[in-house]
């Protein structure tokens, strides 16, 4: 769980830069970066939008270590 200054961090840096808020966030090869990047490109405003929401309530430790790999045995 970050801190709260690390989010106030990244939120001021999404609505800057919305692409470099969800880089620190969530990584900078993810769908979530692409998506932002994209809305950036086409529009900064959904750019925006799309960089608050994946920074406040996509939750990135659901995914990364959901433990639902194959074991080979």
Do not use: F, M, P, T
């Given at each position: 769980m970050p801190s709260?200054?690390?989010?106030f961090c990244e939120v001021v840096l999404a609505i800057l830069l919305p692409p470099l808020g969800?880089?620190?966030r969530h990584g900078c090869c993810t769908t979530e970066f692409f998506i932002c990047l994209i809305l950036t490109i086409l529009g900064y405003i959904p750019g925006i939008?799309?960089?608050?929401?994946a920074i406040l309530f996509i939750d990135r430790d659901k995914?990364?270590?959901?433990?639902d790999?194959?074991?080979?045995a």
């Open positions: 709260r200054l690390a989010i969800v880089c620190l939008i799309y960089a608050l929401y995914y990364r270590n959901s433990g790999y194959y074991e080979v």
